[in-house]
Each structure stands twice: as C-alpha cells, then as structure tokens.
C-alpha cells in the first residue's frame, strides 16, 4: 500500500522560505475549508542551501523539489506543495500532481525605486534576475540594459534594489502578490511579449498515486490551471528544458478554446514565438505541436 493520510492530520512537506510557506497556507486553508486536518513539515531543498549559485549553473532538474519529493517517498510527508514552475518535467516514480490550484497572475513584474516601468529604465540601468529567459528577453527589449545575477528570497532581492545594489528587479508577479508585496510592483510585463515560465503562478500538490492524500487534496484541483500547464510543460518536455534554457510557455481559455504561446531566445539575441489555439481536452497536442513549431524556428 503507498503511503497515504488516514485519520491523523495529513503532514504537508513545503520549502521554508516565506513565499513557500505563504503558498503552503493557501494549500492549507483550501484543506481546512473541505474539513482536512494538517500539519506543515518543512524540508530544506538543495537550491535553497546553494542560495548563492547563479540558477544558469544549476546542472539537472529538482533543486527545489527533489528532497520534498523524498519526504513524501519515504513516509515523512502525505503531500507536497510547490511552486508548480519548480517542477521536473519527470515526477519521482510513484508520485502525481494531484491538484493544480486556481492560476494567480502568470506575469514577470518588474519593481524599479521609482515606478519607473521597461520603457522608463534609463539607459545602462541594471536589472537583478535570476533567471536566464527574462535576462534573455529584456535582452530583446530593452538590449541598451544590463542583466545581472540576483538569487535570494524576495524580500532579500528587494532589500537589494532599496540599497542600490541594482536599478531594478524582475519578479514573478504572484510571489511578490503572496507575500502582500504587489504594491513594490511598477509594471506587470505583457505576456504575449515577455512570455512567462511554464506554470508561473499555479501552486502544486504532489502526492502517492490513488492515495488517501490524493483523494484528500483533489477538490483543490482547477481544470483549467491544469490543462494550461499540462501545454506548458509539454513544450518545456519537448525542447528538454529546465531552468536554463530562455524559455516561455503561457496558455489561457478564450472563447472555449485552449491558447498557448511560445517563445524561445536564441544565441543572438532574437526570440521566436510561435502561438497556437486547440482543445481543452488534449493540452498535451497542443504543447507538442507548440514546440515542433519553436524547434524548427
């Protein structure tokens, strides 16, 4: 039998950093809404420990996942919450994502001092980031700014911008929203044109396959949050993408219709972006043929 809750609190294993634990409390007062006792094991990951280390020379997949995965293997935890944009494109063997929560807003954001937004920033202005597709895009954007390493927690990173350290930050907008922060924010970033991660913004409960803690946590599940990173993750599958290639994948409901766009950053600068609408019942088509476009651009 896989491991599962039964009438003891279901134990929850999430990161210790403030926005974990802030997303773990969504999770948590989701459970309690449905009658679901809890109790919160934090479980520090490997990405954490190497909070120094640029992401572009994080080798592999799970730095944020892959010891919360194990507390769940082995018996420590029932379930685990992630930012659902951690996750490996291969879950650990046994293991699913049993709920994908209610999207929060998909965008990259950027916090300047001033309020200053992209067009605003002053020539040669730096921007903090640690991650190698917005560095690549406002690369595009904006190529007259400097990109440079910033990894830390947010409010690490806006301690940073308020002492001068940089001209500004790109964020992800939801964690910046979940820690009660989205008044630092200057600019929400168009997401046609500054394509967000695959799965920016949802939140991920992870468990036994048909375990008790699945069947506890499947209520939480919002259809179209996961048919939308089910395309998402299809294309960052299909390119073999992690963490360091300059990837986008975004994917929406207008007018019944499944909508993803793509978008991948090159050597030379240049980004292609492929967009494609298909059926909400097959988001995986969907991403493959999202990708084959992006590959072959």
């Not at 919002?222 to 986008?248: F, I, N, Q, T, Y």
Request: hydrophobic share 45%; net charge neutral.
């Amino acid at each position: 039998m896989t491991p599962g809750a039964s009438a003891r609190a279901l134990r929850i294993a999430t990161r210790g950093s403030a926005l974990a634990l802030a997303q773990t409390e969504i999770v948590v007062s989701l459970l309690r809404a449905v009658h679901v006792q809890t109790e919160v094991a934090v479980v520090h990951s490997s990405g954490d420990r190497a909070a120094d280390m640029p992401a572009a020379l994080m080798e592999g997949q799970g730095w944020f996942t892959a010891e919360l995965e194990q507390a769940v293997l082995d018996g420590r935890a029932d379930a685990a919450v992630h930012s659902a944009k951690d996750l490996p494109t291969e879950l650990a063997n046994g293991l699913t994502v049993v709920a994908y929560l209610a999207r929060a807003d998909a965008r990259d954001a950027l916090v300047t001092r001033d309020g200053a937004g992209l067009q605003g920033l002053r020539s040669g202005a730096t921007v903090g980031t640690s991650s190698p597709r917005r560095e690549a895009f406002l690369r595009a954007l904006r190529p007259d700014v400097r990109a440079v390493p910033m990894r830390g927690n947010v409010d690490t990173r806006l301690r940073k911008l308020d002492e001068g350290e940089v001209d500004a930050l790109l964020l992800a907008a939801a964690g910046v929203d979940r820690l009660g922060r989205g008044d630092r924010i200057s600019e929400r970033l168009d997401p046609h044109r500054f394509v967000p991660a695959p799965a920016q913004g949802v939140i991920a409960v992870e468990a036994w396959v048909e375990s008790t803690a699945a069947g506890a946590c499947a209520p939480l599940d919002d259809p179209v949050s996961r048919a939308a990173v089910r395309a998402e993750r299809e294309v960052l599958r299909r390119l073999g993408a992690g963490c360091r290639l300059p990837l986008g994948a975004w994917a929406r409901v207008e007018e019944g219709r499944l909508v993803l766009v793509g978008a991948l950053a090159a050597a030379d600068g240049s980004v292609s972006t492929v967009e494609m609408a298909g059926d909400l019942s097959d988001p995986r088509g969907l991403g493959a043929l999202v990708a084959a476009r992006l590959g072959a651009a």
